[in-house]
Structure formats: C-alpha cells, structure tokens
Nanobody, 121 residues
Framework: QVQLVESGGGLVQAGGSLGLSCAAS????????MGWYRQAAGAQRELVAS???????NYADSVKGRFTIPRDNAKNTAYLQMNNLEPEDTAVYYC???????????????WGQGTQVTVSS
C-alpha cells in the first residue's frame, strides 16, 4: 500500500498565493507521474497539472502561467505552487501518483485525501 498525505490548503484572497504538498509513503517501490486534480462543488474532477518522472509537465489551460508543479524524487513529494489565485480556483485539490508498491507489482494510481482551497473575492 502507498499512502499520500496532502497539506497546505486553506483560505486566501483573490490574487494571493498558496502552496500544496503531497508526500508519498508506505510500501513504495517507484513513482512515475505525479499530478494534482481538483473538484469544485457540483463539478467533475479535473486535471490541474501533472509531471512525469522525466520532469515533463502538463497544465490545464485555466492555470497556465499561474500554477507550477515541481517534484522532489528524493522525498517522494509533489508540490503545487498556486499564484494569482482566482475565486474560480476554489475546490478540493487531490494529489495523484502512479506508482508501484513492489518490484513485481504493476503501476497503479494512488490518491490523497484531498485538501480544500478557498479563494475569496
């Protein structure tokens, strides 16, 4: 089993910044990609940003130029730096990693518990 623990959510005014982190632990062999998703009230979960093990990144159009997704492979940790936040960014943010929990195990997706980000206007 792999556990993902998120931290860093909260309340911020529009135009402000927040940083999220997601640390993986447990029976962890190797992590491939890391990503952040979000789900606003009444909406479907959507991809915000992702990064491969080779540091190739992908961002939703709505966050390009405002969010970045660095990762620290040595710490098995993904980050999401959010700048110039807008009320439309309000959502529960989920961390996701594709990882193997054993040398002979296949890659699968693991999810964090979610952290609330609220941006006031």
């Amino acid at each position: 089993q792999v556990q993902l623990v998120e931290s860093g959510g909260g309340l911020v005014q529009a135009g402000g910044s927040l940083g999220l982190s997601c640390a993986a632990s447990g029976r962890l062999f190797i992590i491939n990609s890391m990503g952040w998703y979000r789900q606003a009230a009444g909406a479907q979960r959507e991809l915000v940003a992702s990064i491969t093990r080779g540091d190739s990144t992908n961002y939703a159009d709505s966050v390009k130029g405002r969010f970045t997704i660095p990762r620290d492979n040595a710490k098995n940790t993904a980050y999401l730096q959010m700048n110039n936040l807008e009320p439309e960014d309000t959502a529960v943010y989920y961390c996701m990693m594709t990882a193997r929990d054993g040398i002979l195990r296949p890659f699968r997706s693991w999810w964090g518990q979610g952290t609330q980000v609220t941006v006031s206007s």
